[in-house]
């Protein structure tokens, strides 16, 4: 495709000098963009094709950078990045040195606020409003959420709060495609699906157009009676009753519809006539047919020819933790009726697709809630139930007050399980499950397994399950070594680790599935390996056990150092009034960005070449001569 249009745009600056007639291929251009780049890195497909008209009318319409676009969630926004100067460096999306797959301050002057989680971007951008107005800036500040996004509680109390500042030049954009990552649920989504397209209101408006486009007077006097007469044919919506101007649904990928409105809206902020709030419908995966017919697929699709689609891998690929964790929730459920499982709007992500369809009455969607999602199991453990909730570690956090006050405080019984522990590769910091160990084994009444691999995942599971309390499994994101994990819901000793190989002197203590790189160090190291298994409780009696038959100790784990499993080692080391060196390996102390997961580990000294560059360089002295490494010839 020739992007003669696009080729020439540097900035949102250029894109405003083009006559507006031309911005349609300017769409098809950008939408093309999209697809090849997204087909050769992977990356999130259906939501930006959906997004392409409504970016380009927002940076046309708007100042940028110096109004300010907000972005929910963010994974809709290689639009945005291609419009602002990041079109070149595009190939290199989620890649290890390049471009982020989010918005961050520090990539663009055009990425106003850092984002990957949800619901964040009207309270972000109803700051900057206020702090415009504060300064005595003539700024615009614009949030731009999706439908599953606007669901989420932190959404409206940003909503209840922006309501109130009546002189704030804020807009609430809607992106209205009727599709979250996981089936968008709760009474809200109802209320919001009564005002789509498709329901009289936009029917109403297309035939206007088409009746009377070709009279132009009589048109602009329809257009005004229908702004007039719009609490007549749109219910009085959930918006208004928040102080908001509510003006839609409008079609999301008509630009001739979009820039008009667009530059109403603008004119009445810069009259401080209240925040607006517009109603946008669009469709994921719009202009390629494949995403059209199944976004979900296309969500967030690997490297794929586009030409051909997503095609099964050629051999099956080993199960991920993930998958492990799914067929365990279906067995244990078949086996013990009190079981319920509820995820916060990540059903495919968490691995609950088949129990949704198996046990339809006892799984439970909770939408982009994870604060109500803690409390709700809460409230099931209360009256006997057992809930799992399956949880993204770096969602966890934002129900951190609830898992103490609602849940340990009581000492409810219930599964966290913990998927996406560690680094996740090319989602970046904003998805990795860094904090968790850390998080928890401060809290009382709550433990934290580690499994190494997808047995015993599988096993640590049915063990947290059978507890009296709160207990997390965390598991990384993908496949493991490929151990096979046994069909039975057997259970291992709860709070007990094991000596996987026996060496001398140096002992490490792996915590979850660095085990495998630690065994591989070990080997050239001639050191003892423990896996631990448990970050809480630690197995005290086989550690000091380990500590009075070793010089030295290390710790491994996925997870920052600070509070981690290794300073639950020094803590049990000091009670028991041991003095003995210690090595505590894991994460820094800083957010570790976007790329290959493995290759991030070896950045981080994680893999077994680090681990063992490691122990050498702080106890060379307690191991022989480095065996020679094998070179692979031919």
Same mark, same amino acid.
């Given at each position: ?441 401060? @809290?009382? =009444?709550?433990?934290? %397994?580690? &499994?190494? *691999?997808?047995?015993?995942?599988? #096993?640590?599971? +049915?063990?947290?399950? /059978? ?61 003892? @390996?423990? =896996?631990?298994?448990? %970050?809480? &409780?630690? *197995?005290?009696?086989?550690?000091? #056990?380990?500590? +009075?038959?070793?010089? /030295? ?61 490691? @122990? ?19």
């Amino acid at each position: 495709m020739d992007n003669k249009l696009l080729s020439a745009i540097e900035d949102p600056g250029d894109l405003r000098r083009l006559p507006r007639a031309q911005l349609k291929g300017l769409a098809d251009e950008v939408r093309e963009c999209v697809l090849q780049n997204v087909s050769r890195t992977g990356g999130h497909l259906s939501s930006n094709l959906g997004t392409v008209e409504l970016t380009i009318a927002l940076h046309y319409v708007f100042n940028t950078p110096h109004d300010r676009l907000v972005w929910d969630v963010g994974h809709q926004t290689y639009p945005h990045k291609i419009l602002t100067g990041r079109r070149e460096r595009m190939p290199t999306l989620r890649q290890l040195g390049g471009i982020s797959g989010f918005p961050r301050r520090e990539e663009s002057e055009y990425d106003t606020f850092g984002t990957a989680h949800s619901s964040t971007s009207i309270s972000a951008a109803l700051g900057m409003a206020v702090a415009a107005r504060q300064k005595g800036e003539d700024r615009k500040a614009v949030a731009i959420i999706g439908d599953g996004a606007m669901t989420a509680g932190m959404a409206f109390e940003a909503l209840n709060n922006a309501g109130v500042e009546r002189d704030a030049r804020l807009l609430v954009v809607l992106n209205d495609n009727d599709m979250s990552i996981s089936p968008p649920v709760g009474a809200l989504n109802r209320y919001l699906a009564q005002l789509m397209s498709g329901n009289f209101y936009a029917a109403a408006k297309n035939v206007g157009k088409t009746v009377l486009g070709p009279v132009p007077p009589l048109f602009e006097l329809a257009k005004r009676i229908e702004q007039g007469a719009k609490g007549m044919v749109v219910p009085a919506t959930l918006f208004e009753k928040f102080g908001f101007n509510y003006i839609g649904p409008i079609d999301g990928h008509d630009l001739d519809s979009l820039i008009p409105t667009l530059e109403n809206i603008r004119d009445r902020m810069a009259k401080q006539e209240g925040p607006q709030f517009l109603h946008v419908v669009t469709k994921k995966g719009q202009g390629y047919k494949l995403a059209e017919a199944d976004p979900v697929a296309y969500h967030g699709p690997g490297k794929f020819d586009p030409a051909v689609g997503l095609t099964p891998p050629a051999t099956p690929p080993k199960p991920t933790f993930t998958q492990v964790f799914g067929q365990w929730l279906c067995d244990m459920a078949e086996h013990d009726k009190r079981l319920v499982a509820i995820t916060p709007a990540m059903r495919e992500g968490s691995g609950m697709v088949e129990f949704h369809r198996r046990f339809p009455d006892r799984y439970y969607d909770v939408g982009i809630a994870e604060q109500h999602a803690v409390t709700f199991a809460a409230g099931l453990a209360c009256e006997g139930l057992k809930p799992v909730v399956a949880i993204y570690s770096t969602f966890l956090q934002r129900a951190y007050d609830q898992l103490i006050h609602d849940v340990a405080i009581q000492k409810l019984p219930m599964v966290l399980a913990l998927d996406r522990a560690g680094l996740v590769g090319a989602d970046g910091a904003t998805h990795a499950g860094a904090f968790d160990i850390a998080y928890l084994r401060c @809290v009382p =009444n709550v433990s934290v %397994a580690c &499994p190494a *691999d997808e047995r015993e995942c599988r #096993q640590l599971l +049915s063990t947290a399950f /059978a507890q009296d309390h709160a207990v997390a499994v965390r598991y990384p994101r993908g496949a493991g070594v490929g151990v096979q994990p046994l069909a039975d819901l057997s259970e291992l000793p709860f709070g007990k680790g094991q000596v996987r190989r026996q060496g001398q002197r140096i002992a490490m203590l792996a915590f979850g599935s660095l085990l495998y790189p630690a065994l591989q160090a070990a080997e050239r190291l001639g050191a003892t @390996v423990v =896996n631990m298994r448990w %970050a809480k &409780p630690l *197995d005290t009696e086989l550690l000091l #056990q380990i500590a +009075s038959s070793h010089d /030295a100790l290390v710790t491994i784990e996925e997870g920052v150092v600070m509070g981690g499993a290794g300073s639950a080692v020094a803590e049990a080391l000091a009670a028991a009034q041991i003095a003995k060196p210690l090595l505590q390996l894991g994460l820094p102390d800083a957010f570790i960005e976007h790329g290959d997961p493995a290759r991030l580990l070896a950045l981080q000294g994680l893999d077994a070449v680090g681990i063992e560059a490691s @122990v050498r360089g702080r106890f060379g002295d307690l191991i022989g001569p480095a065996a020679p490494v094998l070179k692979v010839v031919g």
